[in-house]
């Protein structure tokens, strides 16, 4: 964090050493200016002296270099504190219109109103949390990126006339594919998480459709072909797994033809379940696959993925269906195997 303003005073601590703020609340700083901190929870802080008339205002401004790996030198620091701080929030500002200003709704007054600021607002923390192309959750701790949250996110950005954020993001992360067509479920400095979460295969082929859907860009949907044909394929072979005599059988039929067990949601990690979310990616991602290839001319591929995903379609919905009535349910379940018995309520007489 590189202030564009030099210090009045700075101190710092290690984890070890007390909070930070306890300094701050007596008025004071640590008197020590460098630390280091094996546990990685070192705490600083910075004190400018001001002095306001009234009605006056002050501006302070800090350079803060995120989403770097590793840490800047001397030559770095000394560049960002001759930087203008004023005009590089203009340019920020700028940037920030050009990338999320373009749409404009028209909507009642009141709440719809205040919805599509909100809307806004959070297009432009989705651009700002971005390292590079990687979208991220969040600022600090979510330092991973999934391609559920990126291609959803991307989505967001999409209709608020950003057609850049999305194709970048699918371009940085379709290449951690592996060659058998399996699609990471996230992505962080150190490589791919192999986690098995079966929704990421469809939620990829999802990303690249979408952005051609609003930019048109047919060379963005040639490039990204070879990972789309191969994550449609790997689909295909894990429903093939559960279309054997073992899933005819009326204890598991509820699985036929559905995409095997992951833990495509937290609550799943200790238990994988047959999850109906990797399903309706996986027939989302089959009919995105069908459309592209016939856009690329590839009608046999197109009829085969299309053909796939009404045969998918019918038995997820037979899935779902057997599995309210088996439990007597008034609503869709989150998986096959975690579901709650709720009785309907009776009527009074």
């Known amino acids: 964090m590189v202030p564009l303003q030099k210090a009045h005073a700075f101190g710092t601590l290690a984890f070890h050493q007390g909070s930070i703020t306890d300094f701050i609340a007596e008025g004071r700083l640590p008197t020590q200016t460098a630390v280091r901190d094996d546990f990685g929870f070192a705490s600083a802080a910075m004190r400018f002296d001001v002095t306001l008339q009234p009605g006056k205002d002050h501006d302070l401004y800090l350079a803060v270099p995120f989403g770097f790996s590793r840490m800047i030198d001397t030559d770095d620091r000394h560049v960002m504190a001759a930087l203008d701080g004023a005009?590089?929030?203009e340019e920020a500002v700028r940037v920030m219109h050009q990338r999320t200003g373009t749409v404009t709704y028209r909507v009642p007054e009141g709440m719809a109103q205040e919805a599509a600021r909100t809307f806004r607002t959070a297009a432009g923390q989705i651009l700002i949390n971005r390292n590079g192309p990687a979208f991220q959750p969040g600022p600090r701790r979510y330092t991973r990126s999934w391609?559920?949250?990126?291609?959803?996110?991307?989505a967001a950005l999409l209709r608020i006339g950003d057609y850049e954020a999305l194709p970048e993001f699918v371009r940085w992360y379709a290449p951690n594919q592996r060659e058998d067509g399996f699609v990471p479920c996230c992505v962080d400095r150190s490589g791919p998480d192999w986690l098995v979460e079966h929704d990421s295969h469809g939620q990829l082929i999802y990303g690249v459709m979408e952005s051609f859907?609003?930019?048109?860009?047919?060379?963005?949907?040639?490039?990204?072909?070879?990972?789309?044909?191969?994550?449609?394929?790997?689909?295909?072979?894990?429903r093939s797994q559960r279309m054997t005599p073992e899933y005819q059988t009326p204890e598991k039929l509820a699985r036929y033809g559905l995409l095997p067990e992951s833990a495509s949601h937290e609550g799943y990690l200790s238990h994988p379940v047959h999850a109906y979310w990797d399903d309706f990616w996986a027939l989302r991602g089959l009919k995105d696959a069908a459309t592209m290839a016939a856009e690329l001319g590839h009608p046999d591929e197109a009829r085969d993925f299309s053909a796939l995903a009404y045969a998918f379609r019918d038995t997820l919905c037979d899935s779902i269906n057997r599995v309210i009535a088996d439990k007597g349910l008034h609503y869709v379940p989150g998986s096959v195997e975690w579901r709650t018995t709720i009785p309907r309520p009776r009527p009074t007489l």
Do not use: H
Request: proline residues 3%; positive net charge; without cysteine.
């Open 213 to 238: 859907r609003f930019t048109g860009d047919r060379d963005f949907l040639l490039e990204m072909w070879p990972y789309v044909r191969k994550a449609a394929r790997f689909i295909e072979l894990l």
């Open 147 to 154: 391609v559920r949250d990126g291609v959803i996110m991307g």
């Open 87 to 89: 005009a590089q929030f």
